[in-house]
């Protein structure tokens, strides 16, 4: 019998809008190392426990059988509709002109849905790889970002809006000097960005940015991704779950520090998405924001380890000329062309 965790007690965001989502949710992306099998059943027991937030994506190569659980569920009446928060993202691959509403709608087939809460440009340019791509694999046809191309783009998320078919948009993998090109272009502005987050990689720029702007950020790789793609991997990166004054906040908590990193993440204002196919990991993940927070002393000292340790580099979306995946980040503070 699965733990049950009421979701009355998971903290709420409250966004621009004035719609609510879940504080926490669980990411479905199973990144080379799980069927979509393992990752349909977890997304399965995690509605069984409580969860209420789920973030998919089309690349994610899943969809089909998370449908399955959803409808499942909606028709055992383990849940309603209403109660989930379901977010998807457009590929690189479908971001020309009329393709992102394709991209939705053979989302919303696939998820067994009639509308999704949320919906991400998930990276800001339509260069792409092939799933399963090595890390030196390069697509030729990439390009720098392009404001023009991307508010196409954005103008097709708008209308997604408007039909109905998405409550809300968002845009995921952005950095400052992008969202500052693009943000007054827009008609309707995003409620959240999606970036990676974690203990080792703080971004409080772009943090603050979103949070000024209203914009609730959404943090992928939470406890530092241990499961990421071995071609997202290398010599340089950091365990944020083995830095010494992480693991002794654990000590003190009697957890695994990977629950301190979500506990970190809920309290400092963004939403955690970890990703576990276990059932005790996933029902650790949701049941730890509901007790035992950490003290202003452990935030501060968690804010000291930053390392501005940056996983998920992106460099197979890099194009011919581009000197290295910094590129991809505007470290300078302009767009990189």
């Keep these: 019998m699965t733990t049950f965790i009421d979701p009355k007690l998971i903290p709420q965001r409250k966004l621009y809008t004035g719609d609510y989502m879940p504080a926490i949710g669980m990411g479905t992306f199973g990144s080379d190392r799980f069927t979509p099998e393992q990752i349909s059943a977890a997304v399965s027991g995690a509605i069984e426990a409580g969860y209420r937030l789920f973030d998919c994506a089309a690349v994610y190569g899943n969809e089909d059988q998370i449908g399955e659980v959803f409808r499942a569920a909606f028709d055992k ?73 991307f508010m196409q783009t954005w103008r097709q998320c708008e209308r997604l809006v408007d039909m109905g078919l998405t409550r809300h948009i968002g845009m995921s993998n952005m950095t400052i000097p992008k969202l500052e090109a693009v943000l007054p272009l827009c008609r309707i502005k995003p409620v959240a960005i999606e970036m990676e987050l974690h203990p080792c990689f703080q971004q409080p720029e772009l943090y603050d940015y979103c949070v000024a702007r209203d914009i609730q950020p959404i943090g992928f790789c939470p406890i530092g991704s241990p499961t990421r793609p071995d071609r997202d991997k290398t010599d340089d990166d950091i365990t944020d779950i083995e830095v010494p004054e992480l693991v002794e906040i654990a000590k003190a908590h009697n957890v695994h520090p990977a629950i301190i990193c979500i506990k970190w993440a809920v309290q400092r204002g963004q939403i955690p998405i970890p990703f576990s196919i276990r059932e005790n990991e996933y029902v650790s993940n949701l049941k730890c924001v509901t007790e035992d927070p950490l003290t202003e002393e452990e935030m501060d000292i968690l804010e000291t380890i930053d390392r501005n340790n940056r996983l998920i580099k992106g460099q197979v979306f890099l194009w011919e000329g581009a000197k290295g995946w910094e590129d991809l980040w505007d470290l300078d503070g302009t767009i990189t062309k």
């Design 77 to 149: 009446g383990t849940v309603k509709r209403e109660e989930l928060f379901i977010m998807t993202k457009v590929w690189n691959d479908m971001q020309g002109k009329g393709d992102v509403l394709l991209s939705c709608a053979k989302s919303l087939r696939d998820l067994q849905l009639d509308y999704v809460d949320l919906f991400f440009v998930h990276w800001p340019f339509p260069n792409y790889h092939a799933p399963g791509a090595s890390g030196d694999s390069r697509n030729p046809d990439s390009k720098p970002f392009n404001v023009d191309q």
